[in-house]
């Protein structure tokens, strides 16, 4: 199996003012780059779905863990059918404005 250069991290967290903060304050602390971050409500608005770009090395599996700690975080899992690309497509709904 080829590893790939870039993963996407998913994540059902709390939805609440902070929560953003705490999880990127996380990645900061560890100087681990965040490329992307896709968020939204999901349908109870008691939780929301956050999709994380991050290199594929070797602390994946730690920051995981790490992710699991935090209180408002419900579920942290690699998405192993998602495509990176979609990061891509935002720039360019972003240069459309």
Known sequence: MTKTEHVIMELTVNNHPG??????GLFAR????????????AENTNT?????????????DQTIKQLEK???VLSVSICS???VRV???ISKLIKLK
Request: net charge negative; hydrophobic share 40%; charged share 30%.
């Open 19 to 24: 929560v953003m903060y705490n999880i990127t």
């Open 81 to 83: 059918d998602c495509d």
């Open 87 to 89: 990061f891509d497509n």
């Open 48 to 60: 929301s779905k956050m999709y994380l770009l991050i290199k594929n090395d070797n602390r994946i």
């Open 30 to 41: 560890r100087a681990f780059n965040l490329e992307g971050i896709l968020c939204g409500r």
């Open 70 to 72: 935090l209180y408002d």
